[in-house]
């Protein structure tokens, strides 16, 4: 009998539209395939520079994120009470107007009570442009929560951070550390690379309390003990300077390590490099020994240098450090029961990576010449390489373990070298190039440069004469000096307090502020509804642009309904968090692959509309007509600086010229014939030192990275930081308040130090004995995920770990229940069992649990009955010490939020659901979503 | 017909490396993202889609297991997805009474023809693998087709006629090919890393194959050597790394 | 497995009525006229009752017509198959006795041995099922004819076949009891050999593919516990084989008695099957921890 066989070449779609993922901010390309022009099925792009073809959980799922019951519908007004979640539809006009109504007061009067923060933003370049010509001080997006202490550490080390900022060289690696990473926002390129290691046979080792995911199929497993990174690193420095296995001509060539460090206790210039009058630092040449400019050419910079320049004791930044590292403080041992992994096994990591670097060591057969025009017959690679994320940098001393993790490397001569760590362009740019924040308000008038910036010393603060903050979330004061990204998550409660300042509107885009993405979160709905005596809520006004029926859309007065990512125009801009790669520079576009079929709109085209409304500069003609019609337009006509824009790709008045050119009104057509990307490789010679090397440096500048060279050395010593401490030693015009001084002696040392994260030291460790931390799923994105009719299958409910010593001293059983309370609150949720886990650490996935009502799910769904967030234990601030002052939970270099410093107790609990605390639900602005989904019926 | 074809002429399948996936589901939502759009046979519907219970139709899922080594080392966990491994002697194939689950003769893969099936779940009982699933809303069977609909769809590019799992795993942990074919790709790789048939004693003899994870937390008592007599001290540092700046 | 009352149901009523309609087939009894009019309506009543059940747990029933085809391979196919052919076979013996007073013994029997043919097919539809360690044994088809034998020698009101094929089915139940206990751990299969990872350790779920239901699990990850199961065994064997045992021994087979019996026998039927459902294991489970 014959069998009617499946037809064989079924036609996939009528048409294929290119354009770019956003199920998460990893931006990979992706086909969309239409028929009958609907959404039908999602893949990965083969020809992106990304993803290369593959796709994620999330990304194969666009098409139901695309179909979300809980998209909004139109602009809403707020007619309940704020959380309530009641709200009228209006239209565009109205919604423009009220906004307008009560913006434009603001700018004229006091552009600082406005306060726009932007979340998960991809258009950052865009956005912060418009606060800019607003005039408020308070802009920033997520980066404050999520990871600036790495991305402050590398800038202030490397001139550039992992996150997506580089990559280990997958192809030529033989040895990748990932310490503390779930999933990072390289999610399909990490994957990619590992997936290479594991066919080429290299080795991977995860450093992380979780062994899942990634650390799941690491050859090695270090269980560390959360918080003690630095420690474990720190011993790993001190093995290898021990042995003498570190790069001792990469250290005299890029590095500061020979720079000479005024070593003279208590003079006033301790800890600065000794410069010449032009403000170069010295460096002792071996050869000669003089002293010489560190850039000379033909230099042989003395690493060991100690000597007295005019009396006053000199040292180099190297011999410093082994000052430092070489201390017992350092020794496997010491270090060994802190971090909860054995010395032998610490040491035999050292021996791996020395052998690997040293004995392993790769040859790129290519001649390159370098800043100081040295020519040199090879690229000699180590191919040792490094990952990290947030396991270590949301920590409160994440700052300087992500420094001292960028020193190892450096020490082994690993980073932008064959087989090690390598930048994507523009990375790395040294810290001196990135721009200093701005923070003076003026009425009526643009601020008077861009917001966010990298200090190099007190003068870069944004405080006034009496040391108070300019900026509502009061990044850049001596609570955190280095808030590089500012702090999102203060927003609120400085602005509920009052403290620096009250303000008029909080106007937010794409954060849920309202639930996962806050500290405190019930206390965070409190103080978003909070009235004052007069009955008035104490924020006045919120503005919220959110493209679903989230938490936060409860919370807010007026919402500007966005788009979903296959309706809009955006761009992945080289201005902003691009999509590089090692080898080429690239940038990307996203445009409406299927119109609108509601009344929502792009968040930046509103934001353009409102910008012309407020006659904001840049955004309105000299007649005061609207300049841009929308988003595309600024997108392809705005230009940074001359010839500078958005996009780099087909520029001109022909489209042929790359990166520098002028607008080309046929740019967005060229994108998308190209698949929606434009990349430009970099020239064989200039793919490895880019810092240093000349052809990289020139190509640089040809396509407008820069507008001129910019070599410069890796900072093993961190000068800046230096200059923070000495300030609180007592010297100098700008000197932190008295309470802050002694933590900022011991957070800014210039080498860095351990030291524990402060909510260990603020709550007592016997009471609260255990380590809490969550990880990102790979395929949940934050709150968005649970909204998704494919994606909650996987995961709408989940438990806390315990591993096995707590299991079992606790008497925990299958379906149990427990209570877990921290100093801060308590939660109850279901638990169960994991051996493969460090002893003193309890973890569960991120942002599963939802607030009843929210998202267009039943209020019944298991994301409110069984799902839970661990936020409702973390305090934005620690609990009070003894003097009264409550610090920040936060790192106290870049106030990073410390989520991962979370101590608790875990006890058993009466089983079953549903978790607490429990919220009252929302009422939803969208309904309910259908009972049955059948998609892919109507394509039959 | 539902008797088994004694050979095949190639046995297509897959070839998942245990050792390399990290349980991003990727493959589960491609799958599912294909399939449910696929030219014949009905949506793999989600039933409650956004209430308390939701209940859909995957074709592959990825399970994690714990893995605690008998000789007391390091727990570890190994992701683990599963799908129908197109067996060689398919009990699902024999039971069904309708015909509808058949093994074709000329790559060894086992589909079900809907128009054909009565729902009766017989086949997926038959299944130790957990691999057919039944549609509630659509009442059929549905299980993995290996993607017939593409690997051999003249409407795609050439690179593109491999499965949608393994098209889009990120981590490249899914292969697919021939593993009648002993110079395969995917039978060498067999061959190399010694991959397993599931519950060979269910005697359905598997084609799809798994690569056991890789050796873990190997350790080494290695141990470096001081540079010099006294380089555990800055100063004896010091003292190594003035003599060796002189030497270079 | 999951206990599906239209599988329970649809097994033990025509596993009865099969019975009913065997023992009718050997002349055991051999009534006329109406006395067989009422005998074949039970019989046939069950049967068929039973058989409608079973569509009721088919998806798409609009299919259910192909069933017939698959014989050759199919033990489903056959039971369908064979189970028209026998109620189609039996139908010249019922109408000869109930309208023309005539039997034909020949027919008689060979409708009888179709009869029991359509029991051992049911049951071998499970029997078959490696995936079913407790399932995959001889005893699965000796239970099921133990069963339909004593059932229908009740209703046949047969007192010395009732007795004797009471007392074969509770050891044969006993035995399958027991058998079955350990034949999950007898098969081989644990979660080491199905995801093949017991050649590292040993092996645990730690996170499940999805957060809720599916099919797979409904279907098949069905468990009941132990104390549970004690009780609904001693229930089962009571009702089933004691009390009817104990009834038909000491009353005698009156009409009244019968039915008690015979209802109490079904009872015990059906909580037997309930068991053999719920108690079975399907080795998938390993993969859910289950
Ligand atoms: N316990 C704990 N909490 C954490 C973390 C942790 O590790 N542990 N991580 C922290 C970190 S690093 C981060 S970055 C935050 C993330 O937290 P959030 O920034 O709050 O991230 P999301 O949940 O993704 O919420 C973003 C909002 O954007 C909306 N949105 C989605 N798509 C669109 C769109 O196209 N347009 C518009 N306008 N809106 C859209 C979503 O509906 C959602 O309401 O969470 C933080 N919170
Ligand atoms: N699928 C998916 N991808 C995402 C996101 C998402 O929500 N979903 N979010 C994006 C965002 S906003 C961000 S910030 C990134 C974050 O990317 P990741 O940094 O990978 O995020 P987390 O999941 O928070 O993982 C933190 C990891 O650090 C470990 N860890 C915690 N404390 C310590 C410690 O002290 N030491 C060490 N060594 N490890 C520790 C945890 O066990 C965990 O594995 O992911 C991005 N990518
Ligand atoms: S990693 Fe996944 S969700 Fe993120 S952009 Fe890429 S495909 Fe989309
Ligand atoms: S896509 Fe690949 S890595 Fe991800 S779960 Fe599937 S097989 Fe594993
Ligand atoms: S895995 Fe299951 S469904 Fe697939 S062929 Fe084997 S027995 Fe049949
Ligand atoms: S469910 Fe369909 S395919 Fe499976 S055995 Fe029954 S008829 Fe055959
Ligand atoms: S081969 Fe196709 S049908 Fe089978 S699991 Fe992979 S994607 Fe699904
Ligand atoms: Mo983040």
Redesign the pocket.
């Known amino acids: 009998m014959s069998k009617p066989a499946a037809r064989p070449s079924p036609p996939v779609s009528d048409e294929v539209r290119q354009t770019t993922c956003?199920m998460c901010a990893c931006r990979c390309g992706i086909n969309v395939h239409l028929d009958g022009g609907k959404v039908k099925y999602i893949e990965g792009n083969r020809d992106h520079p990304v993803n290369r073809g593959v796709l994620c959980a999330k990304g194969s799922a666009g098409v139901m994120q695309h179909l979300s019951p809980a998209r909004l519908r139109a602009p809403l007004r707020r007619t309940g009470p704020r959380g309530s979640g009641q709200f009228e539809e209006i239209s565009w006009d109205e919604a423009y107007a009220i906004a307008e109504g009560w913006l434009r007061p603001l700018r004229e009067t006091a552009p600082e009570r406005l306060a726009f923060f932007t979340?998960?933003d991809q258009s950052q370049s865009f956005t912060g442009l418009w606060a800019q010509a607003f005039g408020t001080p308070n802009y920033a997006a997520?980066g404050g929560?999520?990871?600036v202490n790495m991305a402050a550490a590398g800038i202030y080390t490397l001139g550039g951070a992992f996150w997506e900022f580089g990559q280990p060289d997958w192809e030529r690696t033989k040895l990748l550390l990932l310490f503390g990473v779930a999933e990072d926002h390289d999610s399909n390129p990490i994957k990619i690379g590992l997936g290479q290691l594991k066919e080429r046979g290299a080795r991977v080792i995860g450093i992380n309390p979780i062994r899942t995911g990634y650390n799941a199929i690491a050859d090695d497993w270090f269980g560390i003990t959360p918080g003690t990174d630095g420690l474990f690193i720190g011993a790993l420095i001190h093995e290898l300077l021990r042995a003498g296995k570190i790069d001792l001509d990469y250290l005299a060539r890029y590095t500061n390590a020979p720079f000479l460090v005024n070593a003279e206790p208590g003079h006033e210039d301790e800890g600065l490099f000794l410069r010449d009058a032009d403000g170069k630092a010295l460096v002792r040449d071996r050869a000669t020994g003089a002293l010489c400019p560190f850039d000379t050419p033909g230099l042989r910079a003395d690493l060991a240098a100690d000597l007295r320049h005019e009396g006053v004791r000199h040292r180099s930044a190297l011999s410093l450090l082994a000052d430092a590292y070489l201390s017992d403080r350092y020794a496997p041992e010491t270090v060994a029961p802190t971090c909860g992994i054995e010395a032998g096994r610490i040491r035999a990591l050292a021996a791996e990576l020395a052998r690997v670097a040293f004995e392993e060591e790769i040859v790129v057969e290519q001649p390159w010449t370098d800043w100081k025009g040295e020519r040199h017959d090879r690229m000699i690679g180590r191919p040792v390489s490094m990952h990290a994320m947030?396991g270590i940098s949301?920590h409160s001393n994440g700052f300087q373990t992500c420094r001292a993790l960028h020193i190892l490397q450096i020490l082994l001569g690993s980073v932008e070298v064959p087989g090690g760590f390598r930048f994507k362009p523009p990375y790395p740019k040294p810290v001196e190039a990135h721009p200093r924040p701005h923070g003076t308000a003026r009425p009526g008038q643009p601020l008077d440069g861009p917001h966010l910036g990298y200090p190099l010393g007190p003068e870069d603060l944004l405080i006034d004469d009496e040391g108070k903050a300019l900026r509502i979330d009061k990044a850049f004061t001596w609570e955190h000096p280095l808030s590089a990204h500012g702090l999102m998550h203060m927003v609120i409660s400085n602005a509920h307090a009052g403290d620096p300042y009250r303000i008029d509107t909080l106007f937010l885009?794409?954060?849920?502020?309202a639930w996962?993405?806050s500290m405190n979160t019930a206390e965070t709905m409190a103080m978003l509804t909070d009235t004052d005596e007069n009955g008035d809520y104490v924020i006045p006004h919120i503005i919220y642009?959110?493209?679903?029926a989230?938490e936060?859309v409860a919370y807010a007065d007026l919402i500007l309904p966005?788009t979903?990512?296959l309706e809009r125009h955006d761009c992945i801009s080289l201005l902003d968090r691009p999509i590089c790669e090692a080898d080429a520079a690239a940038d990307a576009i996203r445009w409406p692959v299927v119109e609108p079929d509601r009344d929502v709109k792009g968040?930046q085209t509103a934001l353009v509309e409102l910008g012309a409304r407020l006659g904001l500069p840049g955004f309105v003609n000299d007649d005061g007509t609207a300049k841009y019609r929308d988003y595309a337009d600024y997108i392809v006509n705005h230009e940074r600086r001359p010839g500078i824009g958005p996009l780099a790709g087909w520029r001109g008045p022909d489209g042929e010229a790359q990166g520098r050119g002028a607008p080309n009104p046929d740019q967005l057509r060229r994108y998308i014939e190209n698949g929606g990307f434009w990349i430009a490789h970099i020239p064989e010679e200039a793919r490895f030192y880019k810092p240093w090397n000349a052809a990289y440096q020139d190509w640089a500048v040809k396509i407008g990275l820069f507008d001129a060279a910019q070599p410069f050395v890796f900072n093993l010593y961190a000068e800046p930081l230096r200059r923070f401490q000495r300030a609180a030693e007592g010297h100098g015009d700008i000197q932190p308040p008295e309470h802050l001084r002694a933590r900022i002696r011991t957070a800014f040392t210039p080498i860095p130090e351990w030291y524990p994260p402060y909510e260990e030291t603020a709550v007592d460790p016997d009471a609260f004995p255990l380590h809490a931390l969550?990880q990102r799923p790979m395929h949940m994105?934050?709150?968005?995920g649970s909204q998704n009719a494919w994606l909650r299958q996987i995961t709408n409910a989940h438990k806390l770990y315990l591993p096995a010593e707590v299991w079992e001293a606790e008497g925990f059983r299958e379906g149990d229940w427990a209570y877990v309370t921290s100093a801060h609150g308590r939660i109850k949720v279901p638990v169960a069992r994991m051996d493969a886990l460090n002893g003193k650490t309890l973890w569960t996935w991120?942002?599963i649990g939802k607030r009843r009502g929210a998202w267009a799910l039943d209020p019944d769904a298991p994301e409110a009955t069984r799902g839970f967030?661990?936020?409702h234990l973390?305090g934005e601030l620690l609990p009070p010490r003894g003097d009264g002052m409550r610090w920040a939970n936060s790192d106290p270099v870049t106030g990073q939020a410390a989520?991962f410093d979370l101590r608790v107790k875990v006890e058993k609990a009466p089983p079953g659901p549903p978790t607490e605390p429990a919220f009252p639900p929302l009422s939803s602005p969208v309904g309910r979503g259908p009972a049955i989904v059948r998609f892919g019926e109507e394509f039959k | 017909m539902t008797s088994l074809p004694t050979t095949t002429e190639r046995k297509l399948g897959l070839v998942i490396d245990l050792d390399t996936c990290v349980g991003c589901h990727a493959c589960v939502v491609a799958c599912k993202g294909w399939n449910t759009v696929a030219d014949d046979g009905a949506p793999l519907s989600d039933v409650d889609a956004y209430g308390p219970d939701p209940v859909g139709t995957f074709l592959n899922r990825v399970h994690s297991f714990e893995v605690t080594p008998d000789d007391g080392g390091a727990a570890r966990v190994v992701h683990f997805p599963r799908s129908c491994l197109h067996c060689e002697d398919a009990p699902c194939v024999t039971v069904c009474p309708t015909g509808a689950s058949f093994k074709r003769a000329e790559d060894g893969i086992v589909l079900v023809n809907e128009d054909d099936c009565m729902g009766c779940g017989l086949c997926a009982w038959a299944c130790p693998y957990g691999a057919r699933e039944l549609d509630l809303a659509a009442g059929v069977m549905k299980k993995c087709t290996l993607c017939v609909d593409r690997i051999y769809n003249e409407n795609l590019p050439d690179a593109d006629r491999v499965p949608a799992c393994v098209r889009t795993c990120p981590a490249g942990a899914r292969h697919f090919g021939d593993l009648g074919d002993p110079e395969s790709e995917v039978s060498r790789l067999v061959a190399a890393r010694d991959g397993m048939a599931l519950m060979p004693e269910c005697g359905t003899k598997p084609v799809n194959r798994y690569l056991p994870p890789r050796p873990r937390d190997v350790t080494s008592d290695e141990r470096l050597d001081d540079a010099a007599e006294g380089s555990d001290r800055p100063s004896g540092f010091l003292g190594w790394l003035d003599r060796m700046l002189e030497a270079l | 497995m999951h206990p599906a009352a239209s599988v329970i149901v649809f097994t033990t009523l025509s596993g009865a009525g099969f019975g009913l309609l065997a023992f009718l087939g050997i002349g055991e009894p051999a009534p006329t006229g109406l006395r067989a009019f009422w005998f074949y309506l039970l019989g046939y009543g069950l049967a068929v009752a039973g058989l409608l059940a079973s569509t009721l747990h088919l998806a798409n029933p609009r299919n259910a017509i192909k069933a017939f085809r698959e014989w050759r391979s199919s033990w489903l196919s056959r039971e369908a198959v064979l189970s028209v052919t026998a109620l189609i076979a039996v139908a010249p013996v019922a109408f000869g006795r109930v309208f023309l007073g005539q039997d034909w013994p020949v027919l008689g029997v060979i409708g009888a041995a179709l009869c029991l043919l359509v029991v051992f097919s049911t049951s071998m539809i499970y029997a078959q099922l490696r995936t079913v360690p407790r399932w995959n044994t001889p005893l699965t088809p000796v239970v099921f004819l133990a069963f339909a034998l004593a059932g229908g020698a009740i209703l046949a009101g047969r007192l010395q076949a009732a007795l004797a094929a009471l007392a074969v089915l509770g050891c044969v139940q006993l035995a399958a009891w027991i058998v079955g206990d350990r034949r999950f751990a007898q098969a081989g299969s644990d979660a080491g050999t199905a995801t093949g990872l017991g050649r590292i350790g040993r092996v645990r779920l730690l996170e499940p593919p999805h957060a809720g239901r599916n099919y797979v699990l409904d279907e098949m990850a069905f468990r009941v516990g132990r104390r549970h199961a004690a009780k609904l065994r001693i229930l089962s064997l009571v009702g089933a084989v004691v009390l009817p045992g104990i009834l038909l021994a000491t009353l005698g087979t009156g009409v009244v008695v019968t039915a008690v019996a015979a209802i109490l026998h079904l009872a015990g039927a059906l909580a037997s099957r309930w068991l053999f459902f719920a108690e079975a294991r399907h080795v998938v489970g390993l993969y859910y921890g289950r």
Do not use: E, K, P
């Open positions: 956003y979340g998960r997520h929560f999520c990871s947030r949301a885009y794409m954060a849920n502020m996962n993405s642009s959110d493209a679903y989230s936060m966005d979903t990512y968040f969550t994105y934050h709150s968005w991120n942002a967030l661990l936020n973390i989520w």
